[in-house]
Each structure stands twice: as structure tokens, then as C-alpha cells.
């Protein structure tokens, strides 16, 4: 009743309900939050290929960089098969996006594109802290370096960025400043300005009526972002060597990091140099410092994914696996991580660390059978044969190595929750396994009850 899906059939039949799913939570949570009435059915199409998503989209197939784009009551997105090098949250995507179908309905296309995206980011991260933008140590720099952009431009700052870090940074900047609008002004004054919007009002007197004369705006709301900034890691100190990166020669760059040891740069080249040399321990001392002043560093070259690297160079299995949970936690995107907890979780037999982990890293490539098979395992071990039937089914949407031994496992699962197409499935495994004595126990089993069954009748 309201959407309707598109995607490549194969990829359907692997996440498409999940996509549902998920769609459905973002419009129970946004519709009823600002008040929008929606002509529904949404479109949601996800294009397995980026030229597809490009030509739809767009009207050319090359047009890196987009995730998804809406338009009003139609949504476009980038399948997760197309950012395999660059892994990239897709629930946090359709998020972001159904938050625009939101949005434009309800102010009848009337914003700026700053409030449309600062909305649409300040929500991801309302659903999941790990999603949205991050404060980074680049945007911290911009803030405090007066590169915060005005807030009667801000739309500007997405129209034409000096690089594709300022285009990023203005969607930090437009989130903050809703969470601004939110934080000092309430919920209401955000709704209220989209309202008054809708109506026709310009959006530089709509602001004033409902927060604050524009200049009043704009100094507060930079008080506010340089406050945030200043807080990120204090126990850290942020100033960097001269650009040339030397100080004057290698001597003096030496003697630069020695009197800066708790400097971020400075512990997180060091922790690199030990790192290259395969010096573990030692490596550890400057990526706890960074870790214990900064936990919320998110990406490839955080402080949290490096030492959970160190702890497993030595061996060290047991900090490994608490840190990969927290990092998990935190970085919406880290595929890698999510498959190195499975393992280490299913070693431990800590089913519940392995059927997170195993979600975490759906919402990050749901086409690899990675998480499914730990999903069938841990509804084995704890006797959840509707979660192992689940990941079953999607197992062998996946054209599995062993399909006999999924459907093997099928057949259990169903055996167990009562269900007639246990039967099915372990004639499937047989004919492609026919010596499996397990299979062919269960067969008789399964032939037993039928037959009783019938002598009842």
C-alpha cells in the first residue's frame, strides 16, 4: 500500500524484504514526526548497476559520487553490488532518502537544499547514531579554520564546493545545523518552518520568525559548531607541523613529535611507522592514546579498526573481539570487521554477538552469504529453527558451494518448527548428495510420521 520496489530480480529475492522492511519503519517513524501527508504509492527503484542508476537518474550513465537521489515521491538508489571498494550503509542511504519523500511532499518542494539535507542527516543519525556524518578531524579543522559557511549561503556551499571534501562537509554543516534548530529551539520550530515554507514564505524570513534574526542565526549557530569542535578529543592536541610536513629537516620534525606526544597526528604516524615494522606491542601505546581521547573515529584508518589489527597480530583473540564490537557499533560501514567478529563470535559460541554482527554486515553487503550462514548457525545452536529456515531460503537464492548441505540443513529446521516442506527438502539434498546418512535418517523419520498419519485416517 505504500511502495512499490524495484530491483534486479536476483537481489530481490536475496534483501528485497528487507528493503521493505525498512522502508516501512523510516515512514512510521518520519510521517507521524513532521506531519506530512504523502500521495502514495513511493517508488523505490534500486538499480543493480551504476550507469543504470546514472541514466535513470541523471540522463547519462557516469555520475559517480551519488547514492541516491529523490525526486519527491520517487526514489533512485545505488544497489550495495556497485560499492564493493567503497563500502557505503544502504539502510542508512534509504533512510536518508525516504526522509526527503517526507520533506519535499510536506513543503510541496519549498526548501532550500540545505534544510532538505540537514534534515535528511540529522535523521540517520536520530535512527542510528553510527549513521549520518561524523565529526571528523578535516571538518574540525575546517570549523576552527572559519571555513563554517553562513547559514543564509549554505545552499550554495552544495550547489558550487571548491572539492568533493567541502560538498561533504556541507552536508556535515546543514545536519549540525538542524540538530541546532532542535536542540535550542525544539522540534516544533523545525516543523513550523517547514509549514511556513510550504505556505510560500522566503526561507531567510521564515528563519527569523521562527528562531532568530539572520545575523543573531548565523553567530550563535557558529558559537555552537566551535563548541562541538573544540570538544572533540580535548586530550588531544590538533596543531600540525608546517605543510612541508618537516619543520625544517628531519631532525627538526623528530624533535616536533617529541614534544608533542599527545598530538593526534603525531600518535597516529607513529602508531603507522610501528605498524609497518611489525612492531605490535609497541604500536599499541599511541592507537590507545588516540582510541581513549577520540572512541567516535570512524573509517578505514581509525584508531579502533588499526588496534583490533595489532590484538590479532598478537594473538591477543579475546581484546579483539570486544574492540571489533565496539568499532562495529559505531562504524556503519565496516564489512571487514563485521566478518572477522562472526568468526571470532562463533568460536566463542556467542550467538548473540554473531546474529548482530551478521545483521551489521546485511546493512552493509547483503549479497555476500557470509551473514547468512551464521545466521543458519546460530538458530541452530539456539534452537531458532524459523531464524535457520529464514537464512536457509536466502542461502540458496545465492547459487551456494554446497547445496545439498543447505538444504540439509533446511529440512532440520523445518523438521523442527513443524513444517510440511521438510520433505521437499531433504529429497533435494539427497539427490544431490544420495550417501548422506543423516539425510536419509531423517527421510525415514519424516516417512514414519507420514505413514502414521495415514493409518490414523
Known amino acids: 500500500a505504500h511502495f512499490v520496489l524495484r530491483m534486479q530480480a536476483g537481489e530481490a529475492a536475496i534483501y528485497g524484504p528487507r528493503v521493505l522492511d525498512l522502508l516501512e519503519q523510516a515512514r512510521r517513524t518520519l510521517v507521524p514526526k513532521y506531519g506530512a501527508e504523502l500521495q502514495e504509492p513511493t517508488l523505490v527503484e534500486i538499480f543493480h548497476q551504476q550507469k543504470d542508476f546514472g541514466v535513470r537518474t541523471f540522463g547519462m550513465p557516469e555520475n559517480p559520487g551519488y547514492l541516491g537521489v529523490c525526486f519527491g515521491r520517487v526514489v533512485t538508489a545505488n544497489s550495495p553490488a556497485t560499492s564493493t571498494k567503497d563500502p557505503v550503509n ?13 520533506t519535499l511532499q510536506l513543503t510541496r518542494n519549498r526548501m532550500p537544499r540545505w534544510l532538505s539535507e540537514g534534515i535528511s542527516v540529522f535523521e540517520e543519525t536520530q535512527a542510528n547514531p553510527a549513521w549520518g556524518q561524523a565529526l571528523r578531524p578535516r571538518y574540525r579543522e575546517m570549523i576552527l579554520g572559519g571555513e563554517l559557511t553562513p547559514v543564509g549561503k549554505l545552499s550554495a556551499a552544495f550547489l558550487m564546493p571548491k572539492t568533493p571534501m567541502h560538498l561533504q562537509f556541507a552536508y556535515f554543516e546543514a545536519g549540525l545545523l538542524v540538530e541546532y534548530v532542535v536542540q535550542r ?8 518552518i517547514l509549514t511556513d515554507l510550504r505556505d510560500g514564505g522566503e526561507v531567510n524570513a521564515v528563519l ?12 550563535d549557530f557558529a558559537a555552537f559548531a566551535r563548541e562541538r569542535a573544540l570538544n572533540m578529543a580535548p586530550g588531544l592536541t590538533w596543531d600540525k607541523p608546517a605543510e612541508d610536513g618537516k619543520l625544517g629537516g628531519e631532525e627538526a620534525y623528530r624533535k616536533w613529535m617529541a614534544a608533542n606526544p599527545t598530538n593526534f597526528w603525531v600518535l597516529s604516524e607513529t602508531a603507522s611507522t610501528l605498524m609497518e615494522a611489525k612492531q605490535w606491542e609497541d604500536a599499541k601505546r599511541p592507537l590507545l592514546a588516540i582510541r581513549t581521547n577520540y572512541p567516535g573515529q570512524v573509517g578505514p584508518g581509525s584508531a579502533g579498526r588499526r588496534l583490533a589489527a595489532v590484538h590479532r597480530a598478537l594473538g591477543e583473540t579475546n581484546a579483539e573481539r570486544a574492540l571489533l564490537a565496539e568499532v562495529t557499533l559505531r562504524d556503519a560501514a565496516a564489512p571487514e570487521e563485521c566478518i572477522r567478529l562472526i568468526e571470532l563470535a562463533t568460536a566463542a559460541t556467542d550467538w548473540p554477538q554473531v546474529v548482530t554482527a551478521a545483521e551489521r554486515l546485511i546493512a552493509v553487503n547483503p549479497l555476500t552469504p557470509v551473514p547468512y550462514r551464521a545466521l ?23 547459487d551456494p558451494q554446497d547445496p545439498a548441505e543447505v538444504h540439509f540443513r533446511l529440512a532440520r529446521a523445518m523438521d523442527l518448527a513443524g513444517d510440511p516442506r521438510a520433505r521437499r527438502e531433504v529429497l533435494e539434498a539427497l539427490e544431490d548428495s544420495p550417501r548422506n546418512r543423516e539425510a536419509l535418517r531423517l527421510l525415514r523419520k519424516l516417512a514414519a510420521a507420514d505413514a502414521g498419519k495415514e493409518s490414523v485416517k
Open 208 to 219: 527569523e520568525r521562527n528562531l532568530a534574526p539572520l545575523p543573531k542565526l548565523e553567530s
Open 185 to 192: 529551539h525544539g522540534l516544533e520550530s523545525l516543523r513550523k
Open 90 to 102: 544502504w539502510e542508512a542511504v534509504l533512510w536518508h532518502e525516504y526522509c526527503h519523500v517526507v
Open 376 to 398: 543458519a548457525a546460530a538458530g541452530e545452536a539456539t534452537g531458532s529453527p524459523t531464524n535457520t529456515i529464514g537464512a536457509c531460503l536466502t542461502l540458496l537464492q545465492m
